[in-house]
């Protein structure tokens, strides 16, 4: 089991920045891939962006690529979301997800953390 939790989240308006948390305990951390997705209203939860276990190799969907960025602090069991230049469209609950990183892109979540909104005004 590995238990998450997301912080950071809140309201800004187009064009700011806001860097989420997800800290991690339980499992080792260090031996899982992490990913952070996100769900908008009346729409299906969706892959932001994820990272190996070691930091060094990310993924994004093209939505986000170029400003967002994830890394990971094994040191401190946490992993962030830097969410740079953001959009309305932006506006959804993110999760933070533990899982596997295939080497063909694809993540697959095992354990969620419970979400943080975050609201991108106009």
């Known amino acids: 089991q590995v238990q998450l939790v997301e912080s950071g989240g809140g309201l800004v308006q187009a064009g700011d920045s806001l860097r989420l948390s997800c800290a991690a305990s339980g499992r080792t951390f260090s031996a899982s891939d992490m990913g952070w997705f996100r769900q908008a209203p009346e729409k299906e939860r969706e892959f932001v962006a994820s990272?190996?276990?070691?930091?060094?190799?990310?993924y994004y969907a093209d939505s986000v690529k170029g400003r967002f960025t994830i890394s990971r602090d094994n040191a401190k069991n946490t992993v962030y979301l830097q969410m740079n230049s953001l959009k309305p469209d932006d506006t959804a609950v993110y999760y933070c997800?533990?899982?596997?990183?295939?080497?063909?892109?694809?993540?697959?979540?095992?354990?969620w953390g419970q979400g943080t909104q975050v609201t991108v005004s106009s």
């Open positions: 997800a533990a899982g596997r990183q295939s080497y063909g892109g694809t993540y697959y979540p095992d354990y």
């Open positions: 990272t190996r276990r070691s930091g060094s190799i990310t």
